[in-house]
């Protein structure tokens, strides 16, 4: 156990470091974020899935789907409206790429 690991500091997109292409990987991270802002109001909501569901406008299963990390399911239009629904709003800012 005296072999020492390389460490590799990333690039703030687990996506792009796993090795999708720039664009996809973009896209992938501005759904997980959303998602993650979604699984969090069902948390703290203390509602059942069923009542969750209801309230950000999509079917439990679907809903059941978004709480499974399923982000091949889910378009940022589609999580965008979720959150519409829940209340919320989503801003978007534009910056040229570093």
């Known amino acids: 156990m005296t072999e020492r690991l390389k460490m590799e500091r990333g690039s703030g997109n687990v996506f792009a470091d796993i090795g ?12 997980s974020d959303l998602m993650t802002r979604i699984e969090r109001f069902v948390k703290r909501s ?4 069923a009542e969750a569901a209801r309230s950000l406008g999509v079917t439990q299963p679907r809903l059941n789907d978004l709480l499974r990390g399923k982000i091949d399911k889910f378009s940022l239009d589609a999580l965008v409206n979720m959150l519409g629904h829940a209340g919320m ?3 978007l800012r534009v910056k040229k790429a570093a």
């Not at 999708?20 to 759904?31: D, Y």
């Not at 203390?46 to 899935?49: A, D, K, L, Y």
């Open 20 to 31: 999708f292409p720039p664009e996809e990987a973009q896209n992938l991270q501005l759904r």
């Open 46 to 49: 203390g509602m059942t899935q």
């Open 89 to 91: 709003r989503v801003e």
